[in-house]
């Protein structure tokens, strides 16, 4: 481990978070970090998990944790898959496949975003452990089915579909942070962005040696890759509604994972359309501020789809405690998203093994003081959700 990211200045990822804003400028460490609107969303779903309360069994001998999970047929290490984060290259040189290597590292899946700066190819080729690709219909139908073929060539192995973002969520600190401007033809506009770049002189000549301002390799379109500047008009017409889902099924004949799944009527309704495993998730506090905290979402979906499908959930995941918390309440497994970003930002490859490590050893000392042996043992039994007493 590097010592940089070791103990005793990272034990938690809330270290990393402050490392990564240390050498991320402002609006890049705020992209990572800010949410929509309020960020009510984004809070509650970290206090969530604040909220239930661990009921332990004690004077119970332990002499390991098993994590193992299946998913999807394949079999993880942990319960805790890399989600897919957007533009992961402006955190790090090559953010996309030094995080899918890091998945690959710890046994675990990593979802490459559609809208990422790395060509799927190399972030594939990366990583040893199971890789899946995350889709957005940016572009037009065709440049989807062009991707999706492109994903099933390069090896990718689940085809995860997001249906929450119909349009960018409304999130203000990019606003502030003039994070247009940066992208603007206008000299005023750009001099007025520009200091918090040039206040990170690092990070700087890291983006100017990995090739400057990325662009978006898996987005092909007529003309060449999609250009950074042109993500925000894509977005709005990128929405997947319900019916998308019928000819995307037929172009993939892999599992299919259903990502954005906020109430039991949509969980039901993603079981219809034949995803093989849905994601309760609100995109991390990033789209419509005010919807629930995915935990305590994640009871009603369970309830509704049963058996029938596999429940994963991401928001909010910051420790092991919280990934044994949502597996008591019924998810498979999680997703992370800000927690190995943070990692990424702050120090590259070292930082998200560091991030995963920490949520790895968190999970087998919460088990142990749990008293329970395996994630499989795992029940409502270990949480109260009525803290009131
Ligand atoms: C995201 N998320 C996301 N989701 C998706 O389906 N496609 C994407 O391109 C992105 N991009 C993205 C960028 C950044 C910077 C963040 C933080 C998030 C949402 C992500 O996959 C996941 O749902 C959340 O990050 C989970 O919440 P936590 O773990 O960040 O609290």
């Known amino acids: 481990m590097s010592r940089r990211v070791g103990p005793p200045h990272v034990v938690n990822i809330h270290d990393l978070r402050r490392l990564a804003r240390r050498r991320l400028p402002r609006v890049v460490f705020d992209y990572i970090d800010g949410g929509a609107d309020a960020e009510v969303t984004l809070r509650a779903n970290c206090s969530a998990f604040e909220s239930i309360v661990f009921r332990p069994r004690s004077g119970v001998r332990l002499a390991s944790a098993d994590l193992s999970v299946t998913v999807l047929g394949q079999k993880l290490a942990l319960p805790v898959i890399l989600a897919p984060l957007g533009s992961s290259r402006m955190f790090w040189p090559r953010g996309e496949a030094v995080a899918s290597k890091c998945a690959g590292q710890a046994g675990t899946a990593y979802v490459l975003s559609t809208l990422s700066g790395t060509p799927m190819e190399e972030v594939r080729a990366a990583s040893s452990g199971p890789c899946w690709y995350q889709l957005y219909l940016v572009g037009g139908r065709d440049v989807a089915v062009a991707a999706i073929a492109r994903a099933k060539a390069a090896g990718y ?21 003039r994070s247009k401007d940066l992208l603007s033809t206008s000299p005023a506009r750009l001099l007025a962005a520009m200091p918090q770049i040039l206040a990170r002189p690092r990070w700087l000549l890291d ?84 919807v629930a905290a995915t935990l305590r979402v994640l009871p009603e979906v369970v309830r509704a789809v049963g058996d029938s499908v596999e429940v994963l959930m991401d928001g909010g995941i910051r420790r092991g405690r919280d990934v044994v918390k949502a597996r008591c309440l019924g998810a498979r497994a999680v997703l992370i998203g800000r927690a190995y970003a943070y990692g990424l930002g702050a120090a590259g490859e070292a930082g998200v093994a560091r991030a995963i490590d920490i949520i790895r050893s968190d999970l087998v000392r919460t088990l142990k003081l749990l008293g329970c042996p395996s994630l499989d043992a795992l029940d409502r039994s270990f949480v109260s959700t009525d803290a009131p007493f």
């Open 157 to 177: 192995t689940a085809l995860v579909v997001t249906v929450d973002t119909p349009v960018a969520g409304n999130r203000e600190r990019d606003a502030r942070n």
């Open 207 to 290: 983006l100017v040696t990995d090739g400057g301002l990325m662009s978006f390799p898996n987005v092909m379109l007529p003309g060449g890759p999609m250009g950074y500047a042109e993500v925000g008009a894509a977005l709005e017409q990128s929405v997947v509604d319900w019916a998308d889902l019928k000819w995307i099924r037929e172009l993939w004949d892999g599992p299919i994972v259903i990502k954005g799944i906020h109430t039991d009527d949509d969980a039901r309704r993603a079981v219809d359309a034949g995803a093989r495993a849905i994601v309760v998730s609100n995109h991390g506090g990033r789209q419509l501020d005010g």
